[in-house]
């Protein structure tokens, strides 16, 4: 009962109050990440940021006003990585709060002998378990058109929500009935001891190296790269690449071609 209820009000939302045509065009020529979407993906896409953008609630901080646009924006980006896994899988949770710029955040963690310490950072954007996802606007809108490509603070904020589904982020979200946990893990485990040897050493990474930190930041970092350089993720660790394709039931590289 409930479940058709949802559906009622959605089909509802997409009738009455679609993503204007006019700022969806502006919005898709403005991320890259979006090119190479076909019509019924672009389609698919923006009834899902169009529900987003209804269902979730946004905040701005510091004065910052949140428009339509930005909200689009955002949604566009966060519902590419779930474009077929279904909005249900940012359930739970109902806010996202913007940031003019990078904030400044204070966390507490527990070390291996159990001592607490308490630290403060400066970041980009932050994913917290059944609740908001805060996300710097400044990182979060479309980037100049000659920047380089391969990060997306919402990609990998919202990519952090997916490995919550399961109660902690340690890069294995859930995994669909036809996925072994032994290759997923096999093949990331094997990628991130390889990074973190890359990071320790002497040359060139080719990814952001906050990706060492820990496996779910790898997870996050590595879904950066599987929409905005599939290619690049592709050439270093093909069977991360694999894994992702068959967990997001896409393959970012062939829409390259």
Not at 176 to 186: I, L, N, P, Q
Not at 210 to 219: H, I, K, R, T
Request: glycine share 8%.
């Amino acid at each position: 009962m409930l479940d058709r209820l949802r559906d009622y009000r959605r089909r509802r939302t997409l009738r009455r109050s679609p993503i204007p045509d006019a700022l969806w065009a502006r919005v898709v020529d403005e991320l890259p990440v979006l090119d190479g979407l076909d019509d019924d993906e672009l389609r698919r896409l923006r009834e899902l940021a169009t529900l987003f953008v209804h269902e979730k609630r946004f905040a701005g901080t510091h004065g910052l006003m949140v428009d339509p646009y930005m909200k689009v924006v955002v949604a566009a980006q966060a519902c590419l990585p779930v474009l077929n896994l279904g909005l249900d899988s940012y359930r739970g949770w109902y806010t996202v709060i913007l940031y003019p710029e990078t904030f400044v955040a204070r966390h507490e963690y527990q070390d291996d002998v159990g001592v607490v310490h308490e630290g403060i950072g400066e970041l980009d954007g932050e994913a917290v378990e059944g609740g908001p996802v805060v996300l710097s606007w400044a990182q979060s809108a479309p980037a100049p058109p000659d920047s380089e490509g391969g990060a997306s603070v919402v990609i990998h904020e919202f990519a952090h929500k997916l490995d919550y589904l399961t109660g902690v982020t340690n890069g294995l979200p859930p995994l669909h009935a036809d996925m072994s946990v032994a290759e997923w893990s096999g093949a990331l485990s094997s990628a991130f001891d390889a990074f973190t040897a890359m990071v320790e050493g002497d040359g060139e990474v080719p990814f952001d190296d906050y990706a060492a930190e820990d496996p779910g930041e790898f997870f996050a970092v590595m879904s950066e790269y599987f929409f905005e350089d599939p290619a690049r993720l592709h050439g270093v660790f093909p069977d991360v690449y694999d894994q992702f394709r068959r967990f997001y039931r896409q393959d970012p590289l062939a829409r390259l071609d």
